[in-house]
């Protein structure tokens, strides 16, 4: 067990949703486990997105017109080096110096 808040969270909200009938421990157990697969299953389709992306931005066409974006500018210069970075075309309301 490495995180024990979320053990604590779970035993203080779990038992909401066991009904009488049955075994309470039973129940918990089985709606942890239906908790742990719906997050495996949400990273799953998190990553495969992420990657899809990464696959979609890495076309050159897609990467320079990102590029020209103020987004892309501010991510270009977040990542950079420490030396003085040259002039970009980015399309900011910033003028460049």
């Known amino acids: 067990m490495l995180n024990p808040k979320a053990a604590l969270f779970f035993l203080s909200v779990l038992p909401q949703f066991v009904h009488g009938e049955g075994s309470p421990a039973r129940q918990i157990f ?16 998190l990553v495969a997105v992420a990657a899809r992306l990464r696959a979609f ?4 066409a897609v990467h320079r017109r990102w590029e020209l974006t103020p987004a892309g ?13 040259e002039p970009t075309r980015c399309l900011s309301p910033l003028p460049l110096r």
């Open 30 to 45: 089985l709606l942890g486990a239906l908790d742990v697969l719906i997050g495996v299953a949400y990273w799953f389709a």
């Open 57 to 60: 931005l890495a076309r050159p």
């Open 73 to 85: 500018c501010s991510s270009r210069s977040a990542s950079a080096s420490p030396s003085p970075p």
